[in-house]
Each structure stands twice: as C-alpha cells, then as structure tokens.
C-alpha cells in the first residue's frame, strides 16, 4: 500500500478537524511544507466564532509563553460557548519564564487526560523526540486523544495532481491535465506561488469551467510573453536550430534578462528531475504500471506525458544535463565572463548534446 503523501495527511486532517463526531482535543502539525500546516491552522480557527474569539481563542508562540501559562489555558472551560481553542505555534521553544514555570514535559499528563472542550494545536517544524515520553505521547498511534501529521514538501511528481484537486476544490474549475503539468513545471513546489498562480488563471478563465494550456500560456508570469513551453517541446525533439531560434526570441522579448535564464533553469531542472526518476525506475527493470506507482503519480495522463518526455534521454545523460544546468545558473548569476545570449545558448546546445 502507498504510503500517504502530504496530501493525504491535508486532506485527513482537515476531514477531522471539521467533523465533531471524529474531531480529537489534540492535533500536532509539524513539517516543512507550511502551505498545509497554516491552512489547517485557519481551519482550527475558525472553529471559533468570530464574536467568541475574545475569550476562547488564544494563539501563542512557544517562546513567548511559558508551558504553565499554556496548561492553564487549555484546562479553563470556555466562556458563554461550547469550546475554546489554542494554538502553540513554534511548541518546541517553550521554556519556563519569569512569568511562569513549568516545563514542556509537563504537557506528557495532559495527553493522558486532556480537557474535552479545549481543541489544542500545537505546530513545529519537528515532533518531539520519537524515544522520549514527550514524543509518545504526541503520537497519534500511541495515543486516541492526538492526531499527529507531518507535512513534507511535495516532491515535483505530485504538483500536477495537486494542482488539479486544488483548483477544483477552491475554485469550482478543471484544469486540463497537460495545462497542470505545465504549471507546475513553470512554478515549481512552492505551494503558496503555485496557489496563488492558480488562483490568476482560475480567474481569468471567468465564468468558464475548463482551464486548458493556452490559458496557463497567456497568464503565468512573464513565461505568458516567452515560450519557454515550445522550448522545451524543440529541445526534446532534438532540433537544435528551432531550439535555438525560440531561445533568440526569447533573449529579444527580455532583453536579454538573466533572472530569465534562472527562470528558465528552474523549469528545466524540474522537467529533467522528471526524467531522470523515471529513467532511474527502468533501469530497475520495473514494469511502466510499477513505476506510475513508485513514483505516486495519479493521473495517467500526466504520468504518460512524463513517460515521453524520459523515452527521448538516457540515464547516462543526466549527469551532463545536471551539469549544464548547474553551470547555467552560475554563470547567470555572475559566475561567469559570458554574456546572457552566450550562457542560454550554450545551455540548449548541452542539452541537446
């Protein structure tokens, strides 16, 4: 069975959180991917009416509060309402102050026995150390009072499905799987970007339903004047002299802009990662079905859209590819004697090879 991706945890937490019946008085969030983490934390929020916030929501930052003074909060009842909340951004710092003592173990018993009418958040980059007392007692599987979920960030595989569900859930729209495949490779895995780069198409579209490639071409930053897209498309058909003319016309339209050259890098940095996973699976002798499912990609009309792309490249040429790459964004950023046309050139004619 596929382990569960952030994804999954967002969507588990979030059911969790907004069901009463299934809702615990403890959750732990924790992880580097903090797009998830603070949607969940609007979600606890909101549990509380905006007209009872005064007395029963409280958030706290860990090193600002002692553990006593949070305990206090959380084992109070709420005022005039069914339930308060707290929230402990940065849990991990807490220490005892001169305002108040205490020590974060001390949150060990109110796992045990925590007050049902308090919902407790508590959110860090990292759980409590798995061996320690502290750490068992925030994990859920030791635990029926605590959900506990850690957010990695999502692995470039996973945005075009993400960028799908979330365009649909938030906006009522459907995103062509080709249009999600290409605006994830343009922005990359930073959630709160590609959200907000959603969130332009899926407005521009209007009162349309469907948001297809031409869409995303027209909107996504300053990639809607260049084709980056169409280079990409020449330079895995091999044509060197098309890849090279739409390289030129591209320099043109930016005057020739290193911070497009960086751009440009990034995407084709994510496109080749693409390559160089699926290429690493076959040669494993793994079956086309195996791989879709190492590499948890969904949507099989993405996942032949990646497959394509790796049958027109080796294994063996990535480390040339990478390479290139790599020297691209040094040069760009002024590691380097050549000028802008020279380094984006230079770059298409190594990755063609």
Same mark, same amino acid.
């Given at each position: 069975?596929?382990?569960? !991706?952030?994804?999954?945890?967002?969507?588990?937490?979030?059911?969790?959180?907004?069901?009463?019946?299934?809702?615990?008085? %403890?959750?732990?969030?924790?992880?580097?991917?903090?797009?998830?983490?603070? +949607?969940?934390?609007?979600?606890?929020?909101?549990?509380?009416?905006?007209?009872?916030?005064?007395?029963?929501?409280?958030?706290?930052?860990?090193?600002?509060?002692?553990?006593?003074?949070?305990?206090?909060?959380?084992?109070?009842?709420? &005022?005039?309402?069914?339930? +308060? =909340?707290?929230?402990?951004?940065?849990?991990?710092?807490?220490?005892?102050?001169?305002?108040?003592?205490?020590?974060?173990?001390?949150? /060990?018993?109110?796992?045990?026995?925590?007050?049902?009418?308090?919902?407790?958040?508590?959110?860090?980059?990292?759980?409590?150390?798995?061996? !320690?007392?502290?750490?068992?007692?925030?994990?859920?599987?030791?635990?029926?009072? =605590?959900?506990?979920?850690?957010?990695?960030?999502?692995?470039?595989?996973?945005?075009?499905?993400?960028?799908?569900?979330?365009?649909?859930?938030?906006?009522? *729209?459907?995103?062509?799987?080709?249009?999600?495949?290409?605006?994830?490779?343009?922005?990359?895995?930073?959630?709160? =970007?590609?959200?907000? /780069?959603?969130?332009? =198409?899926?407005?521009?579209?209007?009162?349309?339903?469907?948001? !297809?490639?031409?869409?995303?071409?027209? #909107? %996504?930053?300053?990639?809607?004047?260049?084709?980056?897209?169409?280079?990409?498309?020449? #330079?895995?058909?091999?044509?060197?002299?098309?890849?090279?003319?739409?390289?030129?016309? &591209?320099?043109?339209?930016?005057?020739?802009?290193?911070?497009?050259?960086? *751009?440009?890098?990034?995407?084709?940095?994510?496109?080749?990662?693409?390559?160089?996973?699926?290429?690493?699976?076959?040669?494993?002798?793994?079956?086309? !079905?195996?791989?879709?499912? /190492?590499?948890?990609?969904?949507?099989?009309?993405?996942?032949?859209?990646?497959?394509?792309?790796?049958?027109?490249?080796?294994?063996?040429?990535?480390?040339?590819?990478?390479?290139?790459?790599?020297?691209?964004?040094?040069?760009? *950023?002024?590691?380097?004697?050549?000028?802008?046309?020279? %380094?984006?050139?230079?770059?298409? *004619?190594? %990755?063609?090879?």
């Amino acid at each position: 069975m596929a382990k569960p !991706t952030s994804i999954d945890h967002f969507k588990n937490a979030r059911k969790s959180i907004r069901s009463p019946e299934h809702r615990k008085p %403890i959750y732990y969030f924790y992880g580097d991917e903090r797009f998830f983490i603070d +949607r969940l934390q609007a979600e606890v929020a909101e549990l509380i009416p905006d007209q009872q916030k005064d007395f029963n929501y409280d958030l706290l930052y860990g090193g600002e509060v002692s553990p006593e003074a949070v305990l206090g909060m959380v084992r109070s009842y709420p &005022m005039m309402a069914d339930m +308060r =909340v707290v929230i402990v951004r940065d849990f991990l710092k807490m220490r005892g102050t001169d305002q108040g003592g205490g020590h974060i173990r001390d949150f /060990e018993h109110y796992a045990k026995n925590p007050n049902p009418s308090t919902l407790l958040c508590l959110i860090d980059k990292k759980a409590p150390d798995g061996r !320690t007392s502290l750490g068992k007692a925030f994990k859920g599987s030791n635990n029926d009072h =605590v959900e506990d979920y850690e957010f990695k960030a999502l692995p470039d595989y996973q945005l075009t499905d993400w960028a799908i569900e979330w365009a649909s859930a938030q906006y009522g *729209k459907s995103i062509d799987s080709q249009a999600a495949q290409v605006l994830a490779q343009l922005v990359g895995n930073n959630l709160q =970007v590609l959200s907000t /780069e959603i969130e332009k =198409v899926c407005t521009f579209v209007d009162t349309r339903e469907k948001v !297809t490639i031409e869409d995303v071409k027209k #909107i %996504i930053g300053s990639y809607r004047e260049y084709s980056v897209i169409e280079l990409k498309e020449a #330079i895995f058909q091999r044509n060197l002299d098309k890849s090279l003319g739409i390289a030129e016309q &591209m320099l043109l339209k930016s005057n020739a802009d290193a911070g497009e050259i960086i *751009k440009s890098v990034g995407f084709f940095y994510r496109v080749f990662a693409d390559v160089w996973q699926i290429r690493r699976l076959m040669e494993k002798q793994l079956s086309k !079905t195996q791989i879709q499912s /190492e590499l948890g990609i969904r949507n099989s009309y993405v996942f032949n859209f990646k497959w394509k792309d790796a049958s027109q490249y080796q294994l063996a040429e990535m480390p040339r590819i990478f390479e290139a790459l790599m020297d691209a964004d040094r040069a760009a *950023k002024g590691f380097s004697t050549l000028d802008v046309p020279s %380094i984006y050139l230079l770059l298409i *004619k190594r %990755i063609i090879g």
